[in-house]
């Protein structure tokens, strides 16, 4: 053992008080390494840092699993349920202030209440997507929006006030602002959304990756407890060394919790992508086109009857809503199987029917010079009404709503359960892993010296 | 021996800090990947502008197609009222196409159309049937009036319709009953008193007729004109300030002048629309009744009262029913 020190002063010709002590210590390792008394420290040096590495990657990767599911379930606070709120806010806001222009001054215009309802939910999510945005893009679309709709409301207000007086102009005040809704925000309402669902998409693919990087120390861990027991049976000529069969266990639940953890989880996380976020955007995207829809037939109204592009509007609206590949068919599709739902869909469709039908019917009094009929037929508050139909559309595609994003909850919720003290529970096994190898190394040395 | 044991033990506790300390700075680096300072958006100022509209738009000065004499229709000779009715699509009912959205010549107030074009219309009804009520309103868009006579959706149509060579081709006119032309409406500050003085630093809006922004063009070829679909565009533009004046036709300026009394019509026509009621093609008799129910209004001070009720005020002129011609 007196070797050790000569050869690092050999190799250290000119030495300087700080920087020896290094390699020195260094060298003293390489040497003892030797001896099998070193060459247990060193494999348990190893051991350690194998079992460590597992223990470390395992549980940031359940932790990173975690924080992404919670970032895909908690309810406030993120830009993509920001961003739809916005979207749908701001139809509805539009499509009410069509309808309220119409109603203006007579008992049903509790609509105005809704559209100041829309806008305060729409300045919310606004505001709450400003907090949220992580892009220099999206800085500028929350931006853009916000700048836009007091313009918006100011246009509104203008031609409430002309409507009020009875002055023509008001009709262009709320096709302007319908314009701007149409053409500048809402797209920009729906690039925001499409962002943030690309980010999160991001996210869930990160979710439901399997932690391979964990998963390859920990075999190489256990590859290690396994030579390392059968080189010091050899060397020792005794069977078993309890503390490394004790690590060996432990490591192999630890294998075995990580692997069933990031199954079941990918898992949920998968189901409450297919079961429930590509449904609830499906279904928001049928309310959105349907408030679309609505806002236009207000416009025609609006315009006399005299506004071909705002019929031809309202026809492709529809044409999305209810055509053939259209999004009702598209949920039916995504509901297959599920009758509860697809017995909202239908509910859905017949009251996307019965209106289409009834515009039909509105555009032609109002062609034909009946236009209060018209009027009434579109806004008034008797089952006979627009109204009524679209209330009943909008109702069933609520209803199917809620149901999907319990279904969503749920399945993320499963997915968060799978990860219940799955780091925590990892952390520990890879803890008394290594000090069970310790152990068991420690007291084959100390034998050595016994 | 014990000291022996030192430098192994302690470079295996070392590999063990710096393995944790990693994997800790990691999951920090991993909670606090936070996106940089970024610098506030560049955002423009937001001005709503109306779909369609064209701050560049294509002038054609092309002088309008007299090669017809559009304005001589047929003489009302002795056409009697059960003639004119022979035709009709329903003999207990004369349907007209009217426009419901052209405030003071056929808007629709509540229930009741009011308007010059709807004055004029209800005296040929009473002429045509003897009844001002035996009439249906028929609401329709410009673009629709051709169709609808072709179609026999109406009878006639009363609805700002200049006559022109080419509409004859499809359609039967009247003789002319009120001849309007572009005018300018702007705001009473703003110091213009007609097209001529307008400055290339100023706008001026009008409908996406490429004939209006030519007549334009040859009064003040400096002006900038500005186009948009649909001319009722056009006030919110000039009350909003993106405009400086609106020059479409003066019975559409009038309709716009009362609804803001900060705005006013100024200078002098600087083109001639001559509005005259439209029949289906080959349906002379009711057109040679109508001239002569026409005459009827000019002489009996009809015509008159109608122009002085809706366009005189607002126009700031007086006006008398122009002379009218005859092809036969």
């Known amino acids: 053992m007196s070797v050790q020190s000569p050869p690092a002063q050999a190799q250290a010709p000119a030495p300087v008080a700080a920087p020896v002590s290094g390699p020195r210590r260094f060298d003293r390792t390489l040497a003892s390494l030797r001896y099998t008394p070193g060459q247990l420290r060193g494999l348990l040096a190893v051991l350690a840092a194998l079992i460590l590495g597992a223990g470390v990657t395992g549980m940031t990767a359940i932790l990173a699993k975690s924080a992404v599911i919670e970032e895909t379930t908690s309810q406030s606070g993120r830009l993509s349920v920001a961003a739809l709120q916005l979207y749908q806010a701001l139809s509805q806001a539009d499509a009410t202030a069509a309808s309220s222009y119409l109603t203006a001054g007579t008992p049903s215009d509790d609509v105005n209440l809704t559209y100041r309802e829309a806008l305060r939910d729409a300045t919310v999510a606004l505001a709450t997507a400003a907090g949220e945005v992580k892009t220099a893009a999206d800085t500028a679309l929350v931006a853009e929006l916000n700048t836009q709709l007091p313009v918006y409301t100011g246009l509104v207000e203008t031609a409430k006030t002309f409507n009020r007086l009875g002055e023509p102009v008001g009709a262009t005040y709320q096709e302007q602002a319908s314009t701007l809704m149409r053409d500048e925000m809402l797209p920009r309402a729906n690039d925001l959304q499409d962002n943030a669902l690309g980010q999160l998409s991001e996210s869930r693919e990160d979710a439901e990756a399997f932690p391979w990087a964990a998963a390859v120390l920990v075999v190489l861990a256990l590859a290690a407890l396994v030579w390392t027991q059968m080189w010091l049976s050899r060397k020792t000529n005794r069977t078993f060394n309890l503390g490394l069969v004790g690590a060996t266990v432990l490591l192999v639940g630890f294998a075995g919790w990580l692997a069933t953890a990031s199954l079941a989880s990918a898992n949920h996380t998968d189901r409450s992508h297919e079961d429930g976020a590509r449904p609830l955007a499906l279904l928001a995207q049928a309310e959105m086109t349907a408030q679309q829809a609505r806002a236009e037939e207000s416009l025609i109204l609006i315009a006399r009857a005299e506004d071909q592009q705002a019929l031809e509007r309202y026809d492709e609206n529809i044409e999305e809503l209810t055509g053939s590949g259209g999004l009702l068919e598209q949920l039916e599709d995504a509901f297959a199987g599920d009758a509860d739902q697809t017995d909202l869909i239908h509910d859905a469709q017949d009251a996307a029917d019965t209106w289409s039908t009834g515009h039909d019917e509105a555009v032609k009094l109002a062609r034909e010079g009946e236009f209060q009929a018209a009027v009434t037929l579109v806004t008034g508050s008797d089952e006979q009404s627009m109204t009524a139909s679209f209330d009943a559309l909008n109702d069933a595609l609520t209803a199917a709503t809620r149901t999907s994003a319990d279904g969503f909850v749920e399945a993320t919720g499963d997915a968060q359960r799978s990860l219940y003290g799955a780091a925590a529970g990892l952390a520990i096994l890879a803890l008394a892993a290594l000090i069970s190898a310790a152990v068991g190394i420690q007291m084959r040395v100390a034998e050595y010296y016994a | ?328």
């Open chain 2, 1 to 328: 021996m014990n000291h022996r044991r030192n430098p192994t033990r302690t470079a295996t506790r070392g590999l063990r800090l710096a393995l944790v300390t990693a994997a800790a700075a990691g999951l920090l680096l991993g909670a606090c990947s936070r996106p940089a300072n970024m610098e506030p958006p560049h955002v423009d100022v937001p001005t709503p502008l109306p779909s369609g509209i064209d701050f560049t738009p294509e002038a054609s000065p092309a002088a309008p197609d007299n090669s017809c004499n559009p304005l001589a229709s047929y003489n009302p000779g002795s056409v009697t009222a059960e003639q004119a009715r022979a035709n009709l699509n329903d003999p207990g009912q004369i349907s007209i196409g009217v426009s419901q959205s052209t405030n003071l010549m056929g808007y629709l107030e509540g229930d009741t159309l009011v308007g010059f074009d709807i004055d004029i219309a209800t005296a040929m009804v009473q002429a045509v049937m003897g009844d001002a009520t035996k009439v249906k309103w028929v609401p329709m868009t410009s673009g629709e009036r051709e169709q609808a006579l072709a179609d026999g959706r109406v009878d006639m149509v009363v609805r700002t319709m200049s006559i022109t060579c080419e509409r004859w081709e499809n359609v039967e006119f009247s003789t002319e009953y009120y001849r309007a032309g572009q005018r300018l409406l702007v705001t009473k500050d703003s110091g213009i008193e007609g097209l001529a003085q307008m400055t290339k630093d100023q706008s001026v809006c009008t409908g996406a007729s490429s004939t209006s922004v030519g007549n334009i063009a040859a009064v003040n070829a400096e002006v900038q004109p500005v186009t948009v679909p649909d001319f009722n565009d056009c006030l919110v533009l000039l009350q909003q300030g993106t405009v400086d004046a609106i020059a479409i036709d003066d019975t559409i300026l009038a309709g716009m002048a009362v609804q803001d009394p900060t705005l006013q019509i100024v200078g002098d026509t600087f083109s001639q629309e001559s509005y005259g009621i439209a029949f289906a093609k080959g349906d002379t008799d009711l057109a040679r009744f109508v001239n002569g129910a026409l005459e009827g209004v000019r002489a009996n001070g009809a015509w008159q009262t109608a122009y002085d009720k809706w366009l005189k005020g607002p126009l700031g002129t007086d006006a008398a029913p122009v002379t009218v011609d005859y092809r036969d």
